[in-house]
């Protein structure tokens, strides 16, 4: 398995910046026992429908933390409707990406360093070689439709052994987990998913990661504005 980011050096020379951002967020959580109010960054579903999710939150005041409580419920609602493939942690985005662009839109594009984007031509040449990202088309200024956001669920799993580096705290009111990134990142090899061609670590949604031969592909594709990270497995 392999981590993807940006390539910082290319993003100097090919300057492009996109000011967007998704069309509805969940709140975060803030909570009665730790006093944290806190929120997970990173996770984004831009294929599922924002009106979806407003829907389960109808009723809760915007623009401030939720209860534990509401939350869990909140996000009980939102799996019902939309499948439990779909982890939903506090602050998760949902819906297109919405905004402008300014610069050289290359085959890769990042909003963030963990929300990538393709060129709609670099998409069809992947999926010519028989991978599809799940994607959504992103909103952002004239041409709309030639660039699309990857969504990457966050479904693979640190292994156990690089977890027990990692010193986590876990809240038990509202499942706040503070975990250490570990200096070595293991991967759980049981909880790769085969369906899926990327991904994200459960723990840090952050960092992504594609399998070896989406890694391989992206390569012999010659790919504008990507790195690869081998990153080890442990069963
Ligand atoms: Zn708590």
Redo the contacts with the bound molecule.
């Keep these: 398995m392999l981590l993807i980011h940006p390539d910082d050096a290319w993003e100097r020379l090919n300057p492009c910046e996109i000011n967007a951002r998704h069309i509805f967020s969940l709140p975060g959580?803030r909570?009665p026992?730790?006093?944290?109010t806190w929120a997970t960054t990173g996770v984004a579903y831009p294929t599922v429908s924002p009106d979806v999710v407003k829907h389960q939150c109808a009723g809760i005041p915007t623009g401030r933390p939720m209860s534990?409580e509401q939350f869990y419920a909140v996000a009980h609602g939102i799996s019902q409707v939309i499948g439990d493939q779909y982890p939903i942690y506090p602050g998760t985005d949902f819906g297109a990406l919405q905004g402008k662009r300014k610069g050289v839109i290359s085959d890769f594009v990042w909003l963030n360093p963990w929300t990538p984007l393709i060129h709609k031509s670099a998409f069809d040449q992947v999926v010519k070689k028989g991978l599809q990202f799940k994607t959504a088309t992103a909103l952002l200024d004239a041409p709309i439709g030639d660039v699309l956001e990857i969504e990457a669920i966050p479904s693979v799993a640190l292994h156990p052994k690089c977890l027990a580096i990692a010193k986590s705290e876990v809240?038990s009111?509202?499942?706040?987990k503070a975990y250490q990134m570990p200096d070595q990142i293991v991967l759980d090899g049981g909880t790769i998913p085969q369906d899926q061609i990327i991904m994200r670590i459960r723990e840090f949604p952050t960092l992504l990661v594609v399998s070896n031969i989406t890694g391989q592909v992206l390569t012999e594709m010659k790919f504008d504005n990507f790195t690869l990270t081998e990153v080890e497995t442990a069963e």
């Design positions: 959580i909570c026992k730790c006093r944290v534990p809240c009111t509202c499942g706040r």
